[in-house]
């Protein structure tokens, strides 16, 4: 789903208060400059993180999900991003079997001091979207029209598919 | 003795310390065979045990949570229990398995599709087939035939966490390899991104929000509240669009993933057939991978996402 101006895409970051949130914010006090793509979700901890906040924002147009906490060893709550990166992996090998494409998700480890760093994870990400394009709307009518692409009723196995997670 | 007479003598005995004894009985023809609860010596008459339990019980036993209960298990079903022992869902001193070893259990829809029958009066099993009488007249089919598909490639046929054994274990019927090699897997691993999403949008497009699938898991159990019913956080709306059923899914597959045994409950109970055992097998793979870890085998171990390593050797720090 695109934005109003439709140059831009949704993309909504999870991130972790102590380390990622203050990386992003030392990246603006540092006047780097970055794409404005993404939409920030200032959460306490990636441990907070449920999988399905991510899964969630891709169905209801979100075009990409990004994660980023403290490093490990670096956690706030000593532990929370070893949790965090356990479900976020399974959750990124779940992608491609629903037939979204993995690299619409990414998990990282920022650290505050790090405002290059942010820069640099952010436009690269912003840019991979812009090149995977819009995420599949999930629209009710949309449905129909998959079940032509299967040859289902009709057995319209050539119309041309609707750009997909690819 | 032969294994039912052996198995309601061991309820026998057990049934003075119990609340109740989980089991199955005849059913309203002789393909079912419904959950039967057995309080009393003289519901002992009605017990059965075949291929026909189709049922897994451990399904019950979050509801039966204070009650001394019996439970009676096939291979499959003990995987449920052991789970919910690992997370204390259950306490193992209030709970007395019966094991029973399991050759398959029957896949009722097979069978609609194999012969024409209308209500089954009476069913035996001569090695290797299946004879049914209905009405006046008696048709068979091969047993392998009209077995579900799990039990075709089920490599845990007997429970590994017991307090009575009946009878002789059984051997698998496939080696852990071929257990893992499944064609609906290979079929939705060979589609493409955009013929994946098509794949689950028709499918998802028929779910119904009956949630037999949740209803009838024995691990999808949210003590509180279920996401699907809560209203605050308000995850899902009552419209019945795709994207609402498929968020649906995500639910049950993400919050099964490292705990489904894989006793494929969901996908027997769906009213309209959607294959959402895929979407867990899948998991089940990944956390196989990641983790070399399978749920439901052993009631000492922790789930993978339950816990975690400093150093995890399998995943690696992706750089954009």
Known sequence: ?166 | MSQLTELKEAIRKALPDLDLVLGWREGYDALHAPPYHIRRQEDLEHLVFGPMCVNNLASQLMHLRGKKVGIIVKGCDARSVVELLQEKIVNRESLVIFAMPCKGVLDVKKIRRALDIDHAREVHFHNGTIEITSGDKTSSVELKDVLADKCLRCHYPNATEYDHFIGEPVEPRVSAEEAAADPAMEELAGMDLTERFAFWKTHMNRCLRCYACRNSCPLCFCRDVCLADSRDPHWQSQETSVREKWMFQMIHAMHLAGRCTQCGECERACPVGIPILLLKKHLNAVVKDLFNYEAGIDPTATPPLFTFKVEEENIKEIEL
């Open chain 1, 1 to 166: 789903m695109s934005d109003v101006g439709g140059k831009e895409l949704r993309i909504i970051g999870f991130l972790c208060n102590w380390c990622s949130y203050g990386g992003a914010d030392a990246a603006g006090v540092g006047r780097f400059s970055q794409p404005t793509d993404l939409r920030i979700i200032r959460m306490p901890c990636t441990g907070r993180v449920d999988p399905l906040f991510v899964l969630k924002a891709l169905v209801s147009g979100a075009d990409g999900v990004l994660v980023s906490g403290c490093h490990p060893r670096d956690c706030h709550y000593s532990e929370g991003n070893y949790y965090a990166r356990r479900r976020l992996e399974v959750l990124k090998r779940l992608l491609p079997m629903l037939g979204i494409h993995e690299d619409r998700f990414h998990y990282t480890w920022v650290s505050a001091s790090e405002g290059a760093r942010w820069q640099q994870v952010v436009t690269r990400f912003t840019e991979r979207i812009h090149e995977l394009g819009p995420m599949d709307s999930l629209d009710p009518e949309l449905a129909v029209c998959a079940i032509r692409e299967l040859g289902g009723e009709n057995g319209q196995a050539d119309q041309p598919a609707p750009a997909s997670g690819e």
